[in-house]
């Protein structure tokens, strides 16, 4: 097979049409669930301004930094989104959604762009959907969103993940914790890696979530959070705990759990996975109050997770989860020469009118090879159409599961396969 001329860039893939049933089947949950929950769908740019995403995410972050696809035409500078937070948040405030009265509950899906280096699970355009709760500094809310993240793995039959928890404090305890854990890591401040050297000064909360192996042994001997979170902080978490256990939830309480985004406030929490290897995170969020007001709008709080659809799948495929079914067609309509062909072509949206999905050979072949597309197509029932059933007005009906077949006119068999088709 010759090489093709032109392929996806790095880090990008194409969802091919087996592929794609599932992706549907993924949707339609997180759309169903949506509206269990009461949610509302929102949509918005693939692009938005760097300087958005720059102020919503963090100067200092590894995405700011490292990689986002961004650019400049004319005058603007863009940026493709690397997650769907900070746009989320720009709508809420550019439309005036406040104005629609109580919280807004928001969910998404789409895709997301990131230059990282593509590995198992992580693409340069990936997917994710998410919800945001915009106007509720209630613990309720928090714990709403972790029980919708969870209800889409439940109705997808993954059972085998870990839910993790904490809290980073509103900013008075982050502060009181960052003098804390910098004191406590200065002694040794030449001993940690490169990356984790140049968090110290900029955000040192963020050396928790070093997986260099040189950093380990000063995270696990580091103070935690949870010991300097300020009297609201921390009865706003024991409520988080308590709403979760008397739902049944069960959770494990991380304090190394700091979550990657400078605007999470309050709660984090993430969602893995041990069928996923290394890279075990399947969604997570948490807690931002401060980030519709830095990027403009008044001072509310939020909440909110997103969740990576490709590492869903992959959990699936550990666990022989299918989410869609197979491939059918109710009627491949098989034809033995030319008027019977041009019989097909109208009798196959008399078919779909009646709720039948069908189809045809495209490719003028012979009867042997239309009946390995019917099977190929996994049709239901082959109608073998020639000269003699278009002039007795009776044709050969063939279910392809039972291998039996039967003569009826074109209104019964439409009775037959419509009738089927709908149980």
Known sequence: MAKAKYTTHLGMVD?????????????QIIHEEAARYNFEEIRTPIMEQTELIKRGIGQLTDIVTKEIFAFT??????????????PVVRSYVQHHLAQRGGSQKLYYIGPMFRAERPQKGRQRQ???????????????ADVECIAFMMSIYKRVGIKNFNLKLNSVGDPESREQYKNVLKDYLRPNLNQLSELSQKRFE?????????????????????PVI?????EDSAAHFKKVCDLLSSLEIG?????????GMDYYTRTAFELTSPDLGSQDALAGGGRYDLLVEEIGGQPTPAVGFAAGMERLFIACEELDI???????????????????????????????DRGVSATMDYLGRSLKAQMKDANRENARYA???????????????RNMHESDEEQLDLEQIIQKVAHLSND
Do not use: C
């Open 251 to 259: 959770y494990t309480i991380d304090p190394l759990l700091v979550r």
């Open 202 to 222: 900029t955000n040192p909360m963020r050396i928790l979530d070093s997986k260099e192996k040189e950093d380990q042994e000063f995270i696990k001997n580091a």
């Open 322 to 352: 299918s989410l869609a079914e197979p491939k059918t067609v109710d009627v491949f309509i098989a034809t033995l020469g030319d008027t019977a062909r041009d019989w097909a072509v109208k009798t196959l949206p008399v078919l779909r």
């Open 15 to 27: 969802i091919l049409p087996d592929e794609s049933p599932k992706w549907r089947a993924l949707e």
């Open 383 to 397: 109608l073998i159409v020639g000269d003699n059933e278009l002039e007795a007005g009776k044709f050969t009906l």
């Open 73 to 86: 035409k004319g005058d603007s500078n863009y940026v493709l989104r690397p997650e769907l937070t900070a």
């Open 126 to 140: 990936f997917h994710q959907f998410g919800v945001e709760v915009i106007g509720s500094g209630d613990p309720v």
């Open 226 to 230: 949870g010991d300097h979170l300020n």
